[in-house]
């Protein structure tokens, strides 16, 4: 039912935890299903220095949290925007059709999250 990817993003988690002093943070929760997912990063010289995050939901939704922490440290500002959804479905290795809610919460819980940097300006 679930990739080895995804499995492995749940199993073992990529930068789970909090960020006290984040230059940037969200909280995005599906109130569909009830998924949250944060956000907390901080930005060094145009790039994404450390990102971690915090999830309460499904298996997929926690395996995207992680999955796109990984995708992100170390990126510029303009490269983990233009992650898209496909990416984060490609490297997770795909989610049931019933599960495209947490792909989608991991991108928009981003977009939320690079909105609230002085970097896109």
């Known amino acids: 039912m679930y990739s080895p990817q995804l499995l492995d993003h749940f199993e073992h988690p990529r930068n789970v935890g909090e960020i006290v002093d984040a230059d940037a943070r ?3 929760e599906n109130p569909a299903c009830g998924d ?4 907390f990063a901080n930005f060094e010289n145009g790039c994404i220095r450390e990102i971690r995050f915090r999830a309460k939901g499904c298996v997929p939704a ?3 949290g992680s999955m796109i922490t990984e995708l992100v440290a170390g990126r510029t500002w303009i490269e983990a925007k233009a992650i898209s959804r496909s990416t ?3 490297e997770i290795g795909g989610v049931p059709e019933a599960s495209g809610h947490a792909v ?3 991108c928009d819980a981003l977009r939320a999250l690079l909105g609230k940097t002085r970097l896109n300006d």
């Open 104 to 106: 989608q919460l991991a």
């Open 62 to 64: 926690i395996a995207c």
């Open 88 to 90: 984060v479905e490609r």
């Open 36 to 39: 949250i997912l944060e956000l």
């Open 26 to 28: 969200v909280r995005l």
